[in-house]
C-alpha cells in the first residue's frame, strides 16, 4: 500500500512564518557526535533572528544540560543557535528521587556519572541494588545489547525497576552506528523486566521542554504554532504526534539508508514508512537548512 507524500521544502524559512518556537533533536539534527552541522545551526540562528522565536533544544542525552551545552560548545554549536537545552538526564533525575532508591545499580560510561550529581542515593554493584539507571552501554564502541543479556535476565529475576536515561536504540556517532540505553532498556523488557522512560517520546521530557519555552517567551506556547524537528521516527517524530505540535522529519539522521540517497530521499519511500508507523509529519528535509 502507498501513501501520499508529505511537502518537501527548500528549508525552514518556507515554514518558518507558521511557528513561534522551535523544540529541536540535537544528535542527527544539529551533528553526528563528531562536529556540528553548520547549516543547521545557521537554520536555528537565523530562526531566533527572524522571527524573534525561541529554539529549545531537545536531547535524549542521559547527562544533565550543563554539560551537554558544554559539549554543544565542543563540537561548534554556536551559543546563538538555541535558547535553552532540555535532557533526557534532567528528566531522569526526577524519576530516580521518585524511585525512592537509595542503592542504585549504574549501566553505562563513567562520562555519564554527572547524572547523579547530588541526587541522595549510593552507587554500588549488581548484588547490593534496589535499582538499576542504564544511560547507555560500558564499552559502545565493542559490545552489543547481547553482551548484557545474562546480567539483565539476572537482574529482571530479582523484581529490580530499571530507569532508562536514554530511550534511543541506537545513534550515529560520524560513520559508526552506537547502541543506546534505549536498546538495553527493550532487552530488560522482553526479559520481563519493569522499565521507566522519560526521555523522548515519552511525557515527562516534554512538559520540561514546554516550560522552557514559556520561560522564554512569558507566556506558555500555543502548540499550533510550535514546530519539532527530529530524525528519529520513534522518538521525535512519534512524541511530537503525541504532543499534539506538528512536526519536521530530517532524514539524512538515524534512518537514512531506508531513504535512498541521503540528500535526495525517496518520497514515497518516506511517505510508506510514516504510513506503516502510524505517524504524520508537516514536512521532509534531507537535512535541517534555512
Partial sequence: MTHATPDFPAGLSALAPDYEALLVDV????????????PATDALA????????????????????APIVE???????????????????DVTRGQITRLGAAALYHIGPERDLSLYDGLDVRLVGAEDAEAICCTGLFDDYNETPEDYRERLSALAGRGLPLVCANPDLVVQRGADTIYCAG??????????????????PHAPIYEAAFDRLAEVLGRAPDRDRVLAIGDGLMTDIKGAVGQGVAALLITAGIHSAEFGAPDAPDPQMVADRLGRDGLAVRAVLPRLAW
Wanted: charged share 15%.
Fill in 27 to 38: 544528535w542527527g539534527v544539529v551533528h553526528n557526535g563528531v562536529t556540528a552541522f553548520a
Fill in 71 to 89: 559539549q554543544l560548545g565542543q563540537l561548534g554549536v554556536p551559543a546563538d543557535a538555541f535558547d535553552a537545552v532540555v535532557t533526557s538526564g
Fill in 46 to 65: 537565523r530562526f531566533r533572528r527572524e522571527t524573534g522565536g525561541p529554539v529549545v533544544l531537545i536531547t535524549n542525552a542521559p547527562r544533565p544540560a
Fill in 183 to 200: 536498546a538495553l532498556a527493550s532487552l530488560y523488557a522482553e526479559l520481563g523486566g519493569e522499565v521507566r522512560q522519560a526521555g523522548k
